[in-house]
């Protein structure tokens, strides 16, 4: 079956970086394309990256850009995150995401999430 | 960058309630909608997508209708394991947008 498996949060400081990963299985990770979503603490779902199958196409949030880089290993089945020059801000649970392949793409599976916070 | 509007933002209902939610694009997204359920410390679960279209293994109780930029999402008998947050979310363009939550509680 279809797995996600988001690792790499923890507690970081204001300014530090961190990266997160995904790791896929139950499905042909190569072929789809991947995002990240996040959540505040009490808040609602925030958009954050795209990355296409193939890793040619990145798209961002305004809130992330110049900072994040979304990448991703077809070998190894794994989607990255790096987050640099942390802020308080960025404090959520970031969720891995599959895109669908259909016409009409949704996100139809969901890692379980990973919390990251950052406070001195 | 299109901007998703959701009303209302909660609502309280019972048990067999018809619930509906409605969602504004802020620019035609013809029928790339898309609506998710999330409960309390859960990552979200596609309902609906394409605007209508019911997701597989979702209960035919929800459905979904509009197209452009005006969206609902409704409920046809509201039943104890649907209080949850619901979202809807473009797949028009990037970035992929999703409206700020409708929380559905119990009356």
């Known amino acids: 079956q279809v797995q996600l498996v988001e690792s790499g949060g923890g507690v970081v400081q204001p300014g530090r970086s961190l990266r997160l990963s995904c790791a896929a299985s139950g499905f042909t990770f190569s072929s789809y394309a991947m995002h990240w979503v996040r959540q505040a603490p009490g808040r609602g779902l925030e958009w954050v990256a795209l990355l296409s199958y193939d890793g040619s196409n990145k798209h961002y949030a305004d809130s992330v850009e110049g900072r994040f880089t979304i990448s991703r290993d077809n070998s190894k089945n794994t989607l990255y995150l790096q987050m640099n020059s942390l802020r308080a801000e960025d404090t959520a649970v970031y969720y891995c995401?599959?895109?669908?392949?259909?016409?009409?793409?949704?996100?139809?599976?969901w890692g379980q999430g990973s919390l990251v916070t950052v406070s001195s | 960058d299109i901007q998703m509007t959701q009303s209302p933002s909660s609502l309280s209902a019972s048990v067999g309630d018809r619930v509906t939610i409605t969602c504004r694009a802020s620019?035609?997204?013809?029928?790339?909608l898309n609506w998710y359920q999330q409960k309390p410390g859960k990552a979200p679960k596609v309902l609906i997508y394409?605007?209508?279209s019911l997701q597989s293994g979702v209960p035919s109780r929800f459905s979904g209708s509009g197209s452009g930029t005006d969206f609902t999402l409704t409920i046809s008998s509201l039943q104890p394991e649907d209080f949850a947050t619901y979202y809807c979310?473009?797949?028009?363009?990037?970035?992929?947008?999703f409206g700020q939550g409708t929380k559905v509680e119990i009356k």
């Open positions: 979310q473009q797949s028009y363009s990037s970035p992929r947008a």
């Open positions: 394409a605007a209508s």
């Open positions: 620019q035609s997204i013809s029928s790339y």
């Open positions: 995401a599959r895109e669908t392949g259909r016409q009409w793409p949704s996100f139809d599976y």
